[in-house]
């Protein structure tokens, strides 16, 4: 049975403004950096899902052409204008997806209902990105798969220098980081990791991570 959906604060509704404000030019600037920063690193990611999937934060619907035919997929987003064109990409590629509004930082979903979970891109605009992954974690069944990919803080300093410049606009702007470092959370969470890599200076990172079994 789904969890019933919290009611969202003052500045989750700011934020959620924001994005709607933002969800028709997304495709066009994504895809920019998908061309010159994250190269094949979505695609690369979607092909590792399997089973019953949940994609966190699924924006305009860009990873849905990437799944594997077979795949049972579902969608949160908080963004009902991002929402709203992920529907009508859905429907334009013919793809069923259980698609709804929900915050990633409280999950409707019931515990264990996943065997695999799916955020790109995302966490660095996720207020709590600890929360989204420990709620990723809590949907996942145990040695389901968490598959993450996003800019993160760089492995180069002069690179992380400029991050910290950027942020003074746009975490204020939209909440949008580019210092934070999901894999401390998903190690937090003891995951064991699959696959773990960094290119671009360390600014683009993709980890595949494994919930352990129950004994």
Known sequence: MPRPTPEIG?????LMRYWDRH???YDREMRFFDR????ESRAWICAQASGEVLE???GTGLNLPLYADDVRLTGIEWSPAMLAI???RANRLGRTVALQQADAQALPFDDAS???VVCTLSLCAIPDDRRAVAEMTRVLRPG????LLDHVASSAWPVRVLQRLLELVTVPLGGEHFLRRPLHHVRGEGFRLDHHRRVKLGVV????ARRPSQP
């Open 10 to 14: 003052g500045d989750h509704q700011r």
């Open 23 to 25: 969800a028709r030019s």
């Open 36 to 39: 010159h920063l994250f190269g």
């Open 56 to 58: 966190v934060a699924i």
């Open 86 to 88: 992920a529907r009508d």
């Open 114 to 116: 996943f065997d695999t």
């Open 144 to 147: 389901g798969r968490l598959l």
């Open 205 to 208: 990172e993709c980890l595949v």
